[in-house]
C-alpha cells in the first residue's frame, strides 16, 4: 500500500524532509511504519517513544493497521500557545 | 451574524476582528486570551520565535475544543487563532475569544480552551535566542494522553 507520512519540528529536523511517500505492505501497523523508519535513520528508534501518531489527522495507537492512501503524521510533544 | 472561527495564519493576529466575529446582540460577556511572544525563557534572551503547525489537523483539533467547550458551559461562540512563521517579541502567537450570555461561562471556558490548546494542537514553538542558539520546544509528553 502506498501512504504519505509527515513529520514536523524536531522530527522533520532527524528526518530532512516534512513529507514523504511510502510504500509498506498491505496489513501494516504504526509500529511497523516506526520499524520501517528507524531502519534508514537510526536516531529516529531514540525519538519515536515520544512521538504521537496521528493518522487522517485522528491520534491512534501503535497497533493501528494503515490503509492504502493514509496520511499519517509524527507529531512530537507540542508546545502551541 | 456571529459565529466560530478556528484559524492557523500566517499573518498578524488582529484582536478586534476575531472579538467582532463571536459577539451577538444575546451576549453578555466577551474573554479573550492573547498569548505574546516574551523576550526570554527563564532569564535567557530570545530574540525570536517560530511557530510550526500541522494546519489542517490543527484547525480539526481547535473546533475540537470548541465543541468541549460548548458541552460544558453555556457558551455562544468560540473564536480561536493561532499564527505560523517568524514571531517578534510582543506579537500575538494565539488569541482565543469566547462570548456567552453570561460572563462565569466565558471566564472559566476561555482558561480551559488555551490549557486544552497547549496540549492536543499539532503546533511546535522554535526559541531563537539572543546568545545566537535555538531549539524546538517539546510540550510536556505526558500531556496528550489527555487528548
Redesign the interface.
Known amino acids: 500500500m502506498n501512504i504519505k507520512v ?1 513529520f ?3 522530527c ?2 532527524l528526518i530532512g524532509t516534512g513529507e514523504r511517500k511510502m510504500t509498506l505492505p498491505d496489513g501494516a501497523t504504526v509500529m511497523d511504519l516506526i520499524s520501517e523508519l528507524a531502519s534508514e535513520q537510526t536516531r529516529f528508534i531514540d525519538m519515536a517513544p ?1 512521538l ?1 501518531v ?1 493518522v487522517n ?1 485522528a ?1 491512534v495507537e501503535r497497533d493501528s493497521e494503515l490503509q492504502e492512501g493514509d496520511e499519517v ?1 509524527f ?7 | 451574524m456571529a459565529g466560530d472561527v478556528y484559524k492557523i495564519q500566517d499573518n498578524e493576529i488582529k484582536p478586534d476582528a476575531l472579538y467582532d466575529a463571536v459577539l451577538a446582540d444575546s451576549d453578555g460577556a466577551v474573554t479573550t486570551f492573547a498569548g505574546v511572544v516574551r523576550d526570554n525563557t527563564k532569564g535567557r534572551g530570545t530574540s525570536y520565535l517560530v511557530y510550526d503547525a500541522y494546519r489542517d489537523m490543527a484547525e480539526k483539533k481547535m473546533r475540537e475544543i470548541g465543541d468541549e467547550v460548548k458541552e460544558k458551559w453555556e457558551i455562544d461562540c468560540v473564536g480561536i487563532l493561532h499564527r505560523v512563521g517568524r514571531l517578534e517579541i510582543g506579537e500575538i502567537s494565539v488569541l482565543i475569544a469566547i462570548s456567552s450570555p453570561h460572563r462565569k461561562a466565558s471566564l472559566e471556558a476561555c482558561h480551559y480552551a488555551i490549557d486544552r490548546l497547549k496540549q492536543t494542537v499539532p503546533i511546535w514553538k522554535k526559541e531563537v535566542w539572543t546568545d545566537g542558539g535555538e531549539a524546538w520546544i517539546e510540550g510536556d509528553p505526558s500531556a496528550l494522553a489527555a487528548r
Open positions: 509527515l514536523f519540528a524536531s522533520r529536523d515520544s504521537m496521528s489527522q491520534y503524521a507529531i512530537p510533544p507540542v508546545s502551541g500557545g
